[in-house]
Each structure stands twice: as structure tokens, then as C-alpha cells.
């Protein structure tokens, strides 16, 4: 195919370029244009070319697995089918990674630690903050009134714990923690 092949994408998805794409994808620009040779989708927008996205990575994950299937005639052809499907599944995680649309466990297991923090720190100061306003109630329907507003209190303090920019913080975090994975291609 020459680099003046017609368009081969659907109309209508976003465009990234070879570049955006060889990130996404963990390759290189020349792996980018193999495949592109090899059928992938691609328009062609003033002279350059754009993949839709994620038109470009359904079909990479869709050879992956008929190059896969392909080996999977020899002796090897199973270790061959789950290191695609592996290399597939890898691909996948570092794309939602890479958009955002994945937090790891260690994330969110800090997320929800320091709003139970909060919590437990607001539940345990209740009783001295609250004490005297109980103490002066005349009946059971203030003080269930006074209840109301201690757990409407704490529920809000819930909330707002996952709106705290400290908790923030635990991204840049973790990301120095943990070390990048690459694909291969």
C-alpha cells in the first residue's frame, strides 16, 4: 500500500496521529506504518494521515489475534494464542491507563482509608461536641432532631472526603512508586 492509499476508516470517529497512535499503542512509528501497510484504518486530512481512535486499536487487538490463531498450527501455537491474548489484555490496560479510565488498587485503597480517616476522626469527636446541645433537649423528638443533624454531619463529611485535594496527592504518589510497563508490538 503507498502512502497515498485511500481513506480505509470509518467516517465519524475522532483522528490521532501516527504518533499519538505508536504512544497509545506502545510501538514505534515504523511498526505503525507495517500495520497501516497491512490494513489498518487511516484517513487522510490535508495530506496527513489520522487513525480513529479507538477504531485503530480494535483492529490492532483483532490482527494481534488472527496472527495469533495464524501460529497456532505449530507445537507452540497455545503459548503463542496467550501471549497475544496476554499482550492484548496488557495493551488494553496501558490505553485506559493512559485516558484515565483506570486507577490501580493501591489508589483507591488510599482514597478510601483517608475518608474513613475523616470519618472516624468526626465520629470520635462527636459525643464532646455534641453532649451539651443533648443534655438540654426536652424530649425524644429533639433529640432525634439533633440526631438527624449529627448524622447528616457526618454523611456530608463523607462526601466531601473524596472532594479533598489532599487525597490528590496519592496519584503522584503511587506513580513514583510504580514503575511503567511497555508493550511490545
Known amino acids: 500500500m503507498n502512502k497515498r492509499a485511500k481513506d480505509t476508516a470509518p467516517k465519524g470517529l475522532p483522528g490521532i ?29 490535508n495530506g496527513k494521515a489520522e487513525y480513529p481512535w479507538p477504531g ?17 498450527g505449530d507445537v507452540k501455537g497455545g503459548v503463542w494464542m496467550r501471549k497475544a491474548e496476554l499482550e492484548i489484555k496488557l495493551t488494553e490496560l496501558e490505553v485506559a491507563k493512559a485516558q484515565a479510565q483506570v486507577i490501580t488498587i493501591d489508589y483507591a485503597a488510599a482514597q478510601w482509608e483517608q475518608m474513613l480517616f475523616l470519618l472516624r476522626a468526626r465520629a470520635v469527636a462527636a459525643p464532646t461536641r455534641w453532649m451539651d446541645e443533648f443534655v438540654s ?28 485535594a489532599s487525597l ?14 511497555s508493550g511490545s508490538g
Do not use: C, F
Open 17 to 45: 496521529t501516527q504518533r499519538e497512535l505508536a504512544d497509545h499503542l506502545g510501538l514505534t512509528t515504523r511498526q505503525i506504518k507495517n500495520l497501516t501497510d497491512e490494513g489498518m484504518p487511516r484517513t487522510v486530512r
Open 168 to 181: 490528590d496527592d496519592i496519584d503522584e504518589e503511587l506513580e513514583a512508586e510504580s514503575e511503567p510497563v
Open 137 to 164: 433537649l426536652p424530649d425524644a423528638k429533639s433529640a432525634r432532631k439533633k440526631l438527624d443533624e449529627l448524622v447528616a454531619e457526618l454523611l456530608t463529611t463523607l462526601a466531601d472526603a473524596g472532594d479533598d
Open 56 to 72: 485503530s486499536l480494535h483492529w490492532y487487538i483483532e490482527n494481534k489475534i488472527t496472527k495469533a490463531v495464524e501460529k497456532a
